[in-house]
């Protein structure tokens, strides 16, 4: 039995994969604990995995509706918090690990893990090829002024795990330490193709992001005199009632996709990675609208593009591009192939327990006893 930390944070997309893996190391017979925010200990413990909460860290509010410029800074501040690697170094000083699950983002976490001599996963949540890149270089120059570099530490981690396949990535990845696990669901989701016909979800993401209100106005405009029905799921940062909802919209503030994405088929969607495979390994094809210019969203849509498994019109689209886009994506033609052709190597991947065979890989191996003829213990077989 392995002793393993998960550390992460209070966000949106970033959270499933880290309690998911979580769980599945739980189940697999390992003593998990998680560290993470006061707020996410009841979405811990009903996993029956053990929470620890942190102390220094600095509270982040996914759902607050921020000003740009603050909105940015809350970010910037998320992944530089030394208070961060101060309560991991406490956490392992309290109780050591064999191996520390740390979100890619979290970068003193890392720093600490390494510094008390802890075995290192690193946990993307996204594309591996826009960490590697936009977002290293982005958040890299405020990082870098306070000593962390994201590639330098992610290159001296024992594993990299990337939710990720091959066909969503734009090259080859090639780094040693680096695994592509596929999508490692939600506790409790399992894809499968789906079955719904002319029945749309228009759903751009449960945290806070700038412009996701017009956005949705945009969308429902265009959804309106469609000949389909249409599930609305506004997310937590956003209420139906904030919105003029068409007659043929059926308008929810929050749905678990795992309920309603085998009803539809397709989705209109921001590009959140999460929301984006999930979709995909139910072998829908999709509209991606970028709400943020700042993260993954605009590129998680290029790879669904290039797939052939979608479209994305872009950020400043208008109603008339949208409903185009929208009416295309229903109808039949190699979109529909594209989109089942993907779907089933996402599913395939089985992310969850292929990300947990990583994590054990690190884990220190019981030394066997020999036996001699006799029976009597011999030397033990070396590692």
Known sequence: MGRILVVTWNGGGNVPPALSLAHELHQRGHDVRVLAQAEQRAAVERLGVRFEAHQRAARHQPLERLGFARWTVEYLRLFTDPGVGVDVAASLDREPADVAIVDA????????????????????????????????????????????????????????????????????????????????????????????????LVSLSSIFYHGQADALRSILAAVADLPASVVLTTGRSLRPEELDVPPNVEAHGFLPHGEIMPTVSMIVGHGGYGTTT?????????????????????????????????????RRAGTAQIRDAIARMLADGPHRDAAAQLGAQLRAADGPATAAREVEELLPRPRVLAVDGLGRPSAPDQP
């Open 278 to 314: 999930q979709a995909l390994a139910h072998d829908l094809p999709m509209v991606v609208l970028p709400v943020s210019g700042l993260g993954d969203q605009r590129y998680v849509g290029a790879a669904v593009a290039r797939t052939g498994a979608g479209v994305i019109p872009g």
């Open 105 to 200: 983002m979290l970068l003193p976490a890392l720093r600490a893990a390494r510094s008390r001599g802890t075995r290192q996963v690193v946990l993307n949540h996204t594309l591996y090829s826009y960490m590697t890149g936009s977002w290293a270089r982005g958040a890299g120059l405020v990082t870098r002024l306070r000593g962390m570099s994201p590639h330098a530490l992610w290159a001296a981690a024992d594993r990299v795990l990337a939710p990720s396949v091959a066909a969503l990535e734009p090259q080859p990845v090639r780094a040693g330490n680096v695994r592509l696990t596929g999508p490692i669901w939600p506790v409790g989701v399992s894809p499968v193709p789906h079955t719904g016909r002319d029945r749309v």
